[in-house]
């Protein structure tokens, strides 16, 4: 089982489409998710975003950044459908996932069970102390 974490905590499951690698499955709102690898070339993406509801990014390892890169190019490629984060990723991590571009994370339930939900929320608020934006003025 998988737990999905948001500003507003622990959810549920909610994608009922399922998840793929093959971007021929992909059909908008009412096709697979696509899940991509931590090392995907995304140029291999250009003109296929419109068609994708749901984009899921592997995390393998705890210290393995490249999933946020990845987060943040999909943005700047025009990508406004959910993006999720999956794997290996620490609630001091969230942040970082949501300020690159990620609208939710999704971990096991034994990983939920060791960072428990008010982990999570602690960093919530996102937002605030955003040193960037401090200094963007």
């Known amino acids: 089982m998988t737990v999905l974490i948001r500003d507003d905590g622990f959810s549920p499951e909610d994608w ?27 140029s291999e993406l250009n003109g296929a975003l419109e068609n994708l509801g749901l984009i899921r990014v592997d995390f393998p390892k705890f210290d393995d950044g490249r999933g946020f890169t990845i987060a943040r190019r999909l943005r700047l490629m025009g990508f406004a459908g ?11 991590q969230y942040a970082m996932a949501r300020r ?6 999704e971990v096991s339930d034994a990983h ?17 102390n955003d040193y960037q934006s401090r200094l963007r003025g």
């Open 16 to 42: 009922p489409h399922g998840f793929t690698h093959n971007r021929r499955e992909i059909s908008g709102e009412n096709g697979a998710a696509l899940d991509l690898a931590s090392d995907t070339d995304l």
């Open 112 to 128: 939920a069970i060791r960072q428990p939900e008010p982990s999570w929320l602690f960093r919530a608020n996102w937002k605030a």
């Open 82 to 92: 959910r993006l999720r984060a999956r794997g290996a990723i620490l609630a001091d």
């Open 100 to 105: 690159s571009g990620f609208d939710e994370i």
